[in-house]
């Protein structure tokens, strides 16, 4: 291919300027457009081996879908993309293509590897801005499967099915389709009207959802088969939150990051007069290091917090959130305490007033100090804590932000069903769990991952339940 | 979208609503709950099912004004819908096992005890009911607890109706009297829950509460309707809405569950306000 763009570096991604955006709630990257993403697929060298397509989980096409970029077809790239991706809109916002697709690019080996997430958001940006065709439904094939949960693992098995010509309906147990897109990753990071346009598009495919139907008490598992469901997908997701078990956490002001992340994102604290509250303001330390706890940590920013700071008992080095998300909240101005651990949640007592409305409200979390040791089984340093190293940083609000387990409700209602120590559903390579026609896949199955993980267990669950169907 | 087939006013704060839900009303047994959300903005609220008719796929709920939503949720009629009604969720009431129960609800918490009640009844077991209200004007379903009921005791904290006093007072006075109870369910306001296990204590009869913290999804996601048992002298964290709504009176720290139901109190009472004043001003 001539006219190869032998830049080292990618085409920077435009974004709003980090002081703009710690004031608002729109979209901090805004997209590249349609010059710098040509530009940036001339970077493709259009590998014959292409290892980009074996570290993607839904192994998109893509020095295809880059090549039609490349010629300015762009509705071709995206016809490619969806071939594999029920979520190209999403995928290309919130996927860590620098340890996927991206990381073993060969232009990353001397230089940064192509922008293939990048390019993935411009398609489905374009197709979702300039195409109105609806897609088709395939023929129907008289099969029906269940799917449980709406978020990403549900979605990507429905669209696959459904693109197969399966009747799927898809039970969502809150009140709006997206699962994690919709409650947890907030609005800067992926805007909610893209997530109802994919949910659309699958609807457009033939795909039925259900809300407000929760799998294991609105209705069992046993009861979608009584109900003509020839197989079951289970996508339900994280569970409940986990907690540190320090003092103070059932103080005023104590959250967990799935509920601060849901009161701001699904039910839209953030706006003006919402109907649903949020504690907003004052000082707030978010503890965890992860993608969620960088969720947090902007948010509170946004909604008008005076110091946010982000409390972590390892160093940067071993920060598990994305760069990228780091790196924006770094910029925004998000102070990171690291090598600090909390050891209790301080909240106000006025002795003189039993109703003073400030009691029991959060005013400083008590931290210790820490220091790296040996490596532990993973290799990663293990935290120590150092002696006599306390101290306190003054906050209003603290925002727990240091995993989930998996939802019991399933569990407990379906015989046979087995789960590991940790809850998770245990399945086999297909994603088949110990009940026959049961699929599972996703943070159930995993605990707490990733968005792009889960939709790579939804197609693997797809295409097992698409044999097994064939074949009965 | 669920319609409301009936909608009844039970007194001055109190509304009684059969709303269509048939996936629901078919599964919902006493103790569970549902969430609900008036419409598209709306915050999604908990609330104790009252009743169900599995065949009509009705689900009756009771609800007391206190707040924005709840104000809101007034203004519909028979015919309006609601955005959105999910369930059932939570645990039911364990009532297996039990030969002698008494049954004690505070205000609008007796709309939750009477199901309760009449489960047991339908059962076969001796029910003694103890339902209190703040005065005459604001008692419900005397009929229907009547009705469910070996033996019904009505209390009035002014007097006006009943019997003059708190619900501890003829609970105390029966413990007293050697009347011997399996078990003590209680359903009302936290203080109140909290006073009806101070009396059984000394009694040693085990009483359930029913909690009913700040929720969000109700089901197991966001954690913030957490509560801390004490089990064996060790702090254990619950979550309501999965673990729940019903707990060992003697484990519950009520004092922490009481702190935390008001930490929006005063959003609350602002969202009621601005809520009231638009009514107000359509109404003009």
């Keep these: 291919m001539a006219n190869i763009n032998m830049s080292l570096q990618k085409n920077p991604m435009p974004t709003q300027t980090p002081k703009e955006r710690a004031s608002n709630f729109e979209e901090v990257a805004l997209g590249y457009s349609e010059e710098v993403a040509i530009n940036e697929a001339m970077r493709c060298l259009n590998c014959k081996n292409m290892p980009c397509v074996s570290s993607s989980p839904v192994k998109i096409h893509i020095p295809e879908f880059i090549s039609k970029i490349k010629e300015g077809d762009f509705e071709a790239a995206y016809q490619i993309i969806t071939k594999s991706s029920s979520l190209p809109a999403v995928c290309g916002r919130v996927c860590p293509q620098e340890s996927q697709c991206e990381s073993k690019c060969v232009r990353g080996v001397k230089g940064e590897p192509v922008g293939i997430g990048r390019l993935e958001r411009f398609v489905a940006d374009w197709h979702n801005t300039f195409c109105n065709e609806d897609p088709k439904p395939p023929k129907s094939n008289q099969h029906k499967v269940a799917i449980v949960g709406a978020g990403p693992s549900g979605l990507t098995c429905a669209g696959d099915l459904a693109k197969k010509g399966y009747d799927v309906t898809v039970y969502e147990a809150l009140h709006t389709a997206g699962g994690v897109l919709v409650y947890g990753i907030p609005e800067f990071r992926l805007p909610k009207a893209i997530v109802k346009k994919e949910v659309e598009t699958l609807e457009k495919l033939g795909v039925k959802l259900e809300t407000n139907v929760v799998i294991g008490k609105t209705l069992t598992i046993d009861e979608l088969f009584e109900m003509g469901f020839e197989a079951v997908f289970i996508g339900s997701g994280a569970g409940l939150p986990n907690f540190m078990g320090i003092p103070g956490e059932s103080l005023k002001g104590v959250y967990s990051a799935n509920e601060f992340l849901t009161r701001s994102n699904l039910m839209k604290a953030y706006v003006d007069a919402p109907s649903t509250p949020i504690m907003k303001g004052g000082n707030v330390a978010v503890v965890g290091g992860g993608n969620v706890a960088m969720d947090a940590a902007r948010t509170a920013l946004r909604l008008g917090a005076d110091n946010v700071y982000i409390v972590y008992r390892r160093s940067m080095d071993e920060i598990p959130a994305r760069k990228e998300e780091v790196e924006h909240a770094i910029e925004e101005g998000i102070d990171f305490r690291i090598l600090t651990n909390p050891v209790e949640i301080i909240g106000y007592n006025n002795p003189d007033d039993k109703k003073d409305s400030k009691n029991g409200c959060v005013t400083a979390l008590r931290c210790v100090k820490m220091e790296l040791g040996e490596p532990d089984a993973r290799g990663r340093r293990r935290p120590i804590e150092i002696p006599n190293s306390e101290f306190e940083i003054p906050v209003d609000t603290v925002i727990m932000s240091i995993g989930t387990s998996p939802n019991p409700l399933i569990k407990s209602t379906t015989e046979g069903l087995e789960v590991n120590k940790h809850g998770g559903i245990i399945v086999n390579e297909d994603g088949l769990t110990s009940r026959s026609a049961v699929y599972a896949g996703g943070d159930a199955v995993t605990g707490a991952a990733t968005v792009i993980s889960a939709m790579g267990a939804g197609k693997i669950a797809a295409q097992a339940i698409d044999e097994y169907l064939k074949n009965n | ?284």
């Design chain 2, 1 to 284: 979208m669920y319609r409301i087939i009936e909608k009844k006013i039970l007194n001055q704060t109190v509304i009684q609503l059969l709303i269509e839900a048939p996936l629901v009303a078919k599964k919902a047994q006493s103790g569970q709950f549902i969430i609900l959300r008036v419409d598209e903005e709306g915050e999604r609220i908990p609330l104790t099912v009252a009743g169900t008719d599995p065949i009509l796929g009705t689900v009756k709920i009771i609800y007391q004004v206190v707040g924005a939503t709840t104000k809101k949720l007034s203004l519909l009629n028979e015919g309006d819908y609601l955005k959105d009604f999910v369930g059932p969720l939570g645990v039911p009431t364990h009532l297996e096992g039990l030969g002698k129960v008494c049954v004690v609800g505070g205000g609008v918490g007796c709309a939750i005890a009477m199901p309760v009640a009449e489960k047991l009844h339908s059962m076969g077991v001796d029910v003694t009911s103890i339902i209190g209200f703040r005065n005459r004007d604001l008692v419900i379903l005397e009929e229907e607890f009547r009705a469910c009921s070996d033996k019904l005791i009505i209390m009035t904290d002014d007097g006006s109706y009943g019997e003059h006093g708190n619900v501890t007072v003829p609970l105390k006075e029966m413990l007293d009297n050697g009347e011997k109870f399996d078990m003590i369910i209680t359903i009302g306001p936290l203080v109140m829950m909290k006073y009806v296990v101070e009396t059984a204590r000394p009694f040693g009869v085990p009483v359930t509460v029913s909690m009913n913290p700040i929720m969000i999804d109700g089901t197991g996601m966001c954690g913030g309707c957490r509560l801390t048992l004490n089990v064996d002298g060790k702090k254990v964290t619950k979550f309501a809405c999965v673990d729940g709504p019903d707990f060992n009176g003697y484990e519950v720290d009520f004092d922490e569950a009481f702190s935390r139901s008001g930490m929006y109190a005063d959003f609350e009472r602002h969202a009621y306000e601005e809520t009231c004043n638009l009514y107000k001003k359509e109404v003009q």
